[in-house]
């Protein structure tokens, strides 16, 4: 399994644990607050809004929470004011990373995404050095156990309009969708019974670099320090580690 997507697994664990600990819910909020405020109010005409949504309601968010979010976004409510902002840059080894942030603080989120990839031994770059090598998908994320045929899940996905199913995770069935058949796969796949973990946008790598040693170690902590930054909303990079290692670290 190529090792962004093995991170994209890794990352949904790591969310279970931070919900728990409502960790989460800052990132989320601020999302559903900017999806609301760029595209309405109304999840059923705007799917990013339907996606964290839908992300609020696997962190078993209070439906409170989402409202009052929504509402922040549309202007019913007072609330800080969040910009969108992506940064691209290099990890290790060249490795091509790609920030969504949302930030109250364009300078001060900057100066802090500067130094983390310092840290670890990367560096902050131009718009646009990246970004080419990335395109964005829909995943559907659904959890392997007794019950999920992987024959009959990729017949489902196939004719709800899923492009592709990705089996090489051992937790995970990854249906893989163009943008705007996200929500319309997952919903098909719901109705014909199968459990859905989640259901999101990924930007999915062109290229892949291959990492070893201290600089797949490296790596791992830098996207360990940017998806653990209460600004950065999704991180995505074309390294390639090996499962074992991933795994070890």
Known sequence: MSGHNKWSTIKHKKAREDAKRGKIFTKIIREITVAAREGGGD???NPRLRAAIQAAKSANMPADNIKRAIQRGTGELPGVSYEDVTYEGYGPGG??????????N???????VRHLFAKHGGNLGENGCVSWIFTRKGVVLVPRGEGVDEDALMETALEAGAE?????????????TAPDELHTVKEQVEAAGFPVEA?????????????????AEQMLKLMTAFDDHDDV???WANFDIDDELMDRM
Do not use: H
């Open 43 to 45: 999840p059923e005409s």
């Open 95 to 104: 490795v091509a990373v790609l920030l969504e942030v949302l930030t109250d």
């Open 106 to 112: 364009r300078n001060r989120t900057t100066a802090e």
């Open 164 to 176: 592709d199913l990705d089996a090489s995770d051992p937790e995970f069935f990854r249906v893989v």
């Open 199 to 215: 259901a999101e946008f990924e930007m999915e790598p062109s290229t892949q670099v291959r990492l070893e040693g201290k600089k």
């Open 233 to 235: 909303q999704n991180v």
